[in-house]
């Protein structure tokens, strides 16, 4: 591992690799550079001598937990992922409208309602994500939604991901009832979905003082998300104002979350995270059906 010199190598796969492990090691206190060797024509990393042994055992440890999630699979490369636990999104979404096709009051119960939210009623921002007016309404959402929650869920973990989703759905809630006319008063999960756009779309952004092409990374992946949004998000006839709130939460928690890259891979970390979004689906609606009318 060591040279002639104070410093030790730790030999890795490729630039990519470099770049990951780099992050890994950076959030745990070290300082690795980033080195491709001209006579090798290999990449590595390098660390003063003494500290190469705890940094290897942090990267045991970070590989440890990465092989936690064998439903995150890669899409063109291995720095793109996509998670098929998304699916239990859809699930939930599926059982709502089942749920309101048979018993209308449900989406009245559940829809947000800006005066209401003002009156205490918080959960109203939560319950709306998961009803939708149509069956059209239903299958737009899931289109664009599907593909964003996986790409959103690979990239800051299962639990985090779902968590950072349903967060910006109800802030995109918010700040329609906030900045939009009174009563607000709508439903969809068209604020989480382009909330989703935004933590992709910020993704790249830890990249920009870390890399060679850090800017073009981070500035490209922050422009294409705007021009999806929009295309996507500023449909006429749409909540043109959820989906901007939706949008600027997912920037800036893409942003905090960005910073991270250890935790948001971290197994515990996502078990937690996955426990409270399942309660930000559970304590709202059993808030919502105690108000309803027997």
Excluded at 61 to 71: A, D, K
Aim: hydrophobic share 50%.
């Amino acid at each position: 591992m060591e040279d002639g010199s104070n410093f030790g190598r730790i030999p890795v796969k490729g630039e990519k690799q470099a770049m990951e492990w780099s992050l890994v090691l950076a959030s745990q206190g070290f300082e690795p550079v980033v080195n491709h060797n001209a006579e090798t024509q290999r990449w590595e990393l390098l660390l003063p001598a003494h500290e190469v042994s705890t940094a290897l055992r942090h990267l045991r440890l970070y590989r440890i937990e990465n092989r936690g999630w064998p439903w995150q699979q890669p899409v063109f490369d291995q720095a793109l992922l996509f998670d098929w636990g998304c699916l239990a999104w859809l699930a939930v979404v599926a059982l709502f409208y089942a749920l309101t096709e048979a018993e209308p009051s449900i989406k009245a119960a559940g829809r947000m309602d800006g005066s209401l939210v003002l009156k205490g009623e918080w959960w109203h921002a939560f319950t709306a994500i998961w009803l939708h007016g149509d069956a059209a309404h239903l299958a737009s959402n899931l289109s664009l939604g599907i593909p964003l929650l996986g790409l959103t869920m690979g990239r800051y973990g299962t639990g985090l991901g779902a968590l950072a989703a349903c967060l910006t759905g109800a802030a995109g809630n918010l700040f329609a009832m906030v900045m939009g006319p009174h009563p607000h008063v709508s439903l969809g999960a068209s604020g989480l979905v382009m909330g989703c756009l935004g933590l992709v779309a910020i993704q790249s952004w830890p990249f920009l003082h870390q890399h060679r092409y850090g800017v073009r990374y981070a500035v490209g992946g922050l422009m294409g998300g705007i021009m999806l949004f929009v295309l996507l998000g500023l449909s006429p006839g749409t909540d043109i104002l959820a989906h901007l709130g939706g949008f600027l939460a997912g920037l800036l928690l893409g942003a905090i979350l960005s910073g991270f890259p250890s935790f948001t891979r971290h197994t515990v970390a996502n078990l937690a995270a996955g426990f409270v979004a399942a309660l930000l689906i559970l304590i709202p609606w059993w808030l919502a059906f105690r108000g309803m009318p027997a």
